[in-house]
């Protein structure tokens, strides 16, 4: 997937947007504040543009560096089911699984997103 001019993500936390790539296809585009010069794009394994129904969707979890193309990781995860489990065995727990009940699923895939460009920012630093 060639990268184009990506929209800028706000400053919070971790933030999905709509992004257009290189490819003019559809992306999310994930940010993470406490991993600079990092960012994430997830897509519909299959078609390459935005989850159209993510709690079931193949989604792919693409994480780059500023200014490469090359990707630092690729993680396929497959719907609701597969981001729980993802965080279940990254994380400790499971969020659904909380008493306040299911988390909505842009928050869990926001969730998902900010551990992946957190783990790949540390790993970026012990190398």
Not at 60 to 70: A, L, M, P, S
Not at 96 to 106: K, V, W, Y
Request: glycine share 8%; with cysteine.
């Amino acid at each position: 997937m060639a990268i184009g001019n990506i929209t800028s993500a706000s400053t919070d936390p971790t933030t999905l947007v709509s992004c257009v790539t290189g490819s003019g296809r559809s992306t999310w585009l994930a940010k993470e504040r406490d991993a600079p010069g990092l960012f994430g794009h997830i897509y519909r394994t299959e078609s390459y543009v935005i989850p159209l129904a993510p709690e079931t969707d193949s989604m792919t979890f693409t994480i780059f560096e500023v200014g490469t193309k090359k990707p630092l990781g690729t993680h396929i995860i497959e719907g609701r089911s597969g981001l729980n489990s993802w965080y279940r065995a990254n994380v400790g727990h499971a969020p659904d699984e909380e008493p306040d009940g299911p988390r909505p699923i842009l928050e869990l895939i926001e969730d998902v997103a900010a551990h992946l460009l957190l783990r790949h920012f540390e790993q970026k630093l012990t190398d």
